[in-house]
């Protein structure tokens, strides 16, 4: 997907995707608590959207919104704006999550949450790069964990080791934290997990010992909808700890999505000059996911469901991890951060929205109304 500068549309348009309660959502969350001159939503959040979409600093942010008549905020004032407009940010990444059809009211006997990180790089040529490590909770899609590292370095990297867990925690993760040691990690602090197969960094072992025939067992598994499940083991890196016992969940993927992914490495084989292995085609063919979540609660259908679920979140974090390098990002203040990492979200929704909508929906890319006089975001 390439980048789409929501600051080239025309505000009135803009406001045409939003969820229609959005002004009230201002209101209810107390967003325009405290400001002194014009209670506008509007302008608060267009004030906002500079910042967070543009990826211009607070100060110029602020110098901008001045000089557009939007709002007269310095930029000390415009941070703690940014702050108490976290639960409105948030709200709005509801609703326009709940559009997308994963209904935030579903009901669970368990609280899932779903880990994740990108990086992030400060505009200019010494810009800071920075790796934010998150996790979002479901079904209230809240943020309930926020981490900023550094890129190189030991303890900097992608990993389960970086996410706080309690005891009856169910993590869902995607294979960049396939690693063993990850996976022990969670299960020694009581929590579950479910996680996308890394088959070259994760070393599977059928029960009691002995690699587990990995290849054989797809081969069984010749056609879409058939689920295969096996209970396996992971072995320690540690030596003399205990196994990680768990199942692994595969199904079949269709004919067109598996030509996708074998055209996608054959690509990247061509451009890295390396040479593809059957084995790596053969696994593109499917899903693979290990779990640690109770069989008696989870069948392997729900496992791989709850991964579908995550997955679709994934690709609205796709889109946010293509915008996120556009922007200064709050590192002292954790609430602001948040409020950040909430604006960023919502930009990488409405973005989906509007493609979806120029792409499959209508030829001008919008639902014409009323026509009225165009005027700049900003």
Known sequence: M???NLLREDWELLVSFFPENWRDLARRTNALKGLRQDKSEENLLR????HLACGC???ETALRARKARLARLSDVALLKRLRKSQNWLYALCRQLFEERGMKTALQVAFPLRMVDATLVKEPGQTGSLWRLHYSLHWPSLACDFFKLTAVEGEGTG??????PVSKGDYLLADRGYCTASG??????QGGFLTVRVNVQSLQICGVGGGAFPL??????VTKPRQIGCWRVEIPSPQPGQKALAGRLCVLRKSQEAIRLAQKKLRRRASRMGNKLQAETLLYAKYVIVFTTFAEEHFSASAVLEWYRLRWQIELVFK?????????HLPKQDPESAKAWLYGKLFVALLTEKLIATAKSLSPWGYLAENPTHSQPMA
């Open 2 to 4: 390439g980048k789409h």
């Open 47 to 50: 004030t906002v959207l500079i």
């Open 57 to 59: 600093s607070l100060r």
């Open 158 to 163: 992608e990993s389960l080791k970086q996410v």
């Open 183 to 188: 996976l022990h990690h969670v299960a020694a």
């Open 215 to 220: 290849i054989e067992r797809l081969e069984e």
């Open 319 to 327: 889109r946010f991890k293509q915008i996120a390098d556009l922007g």
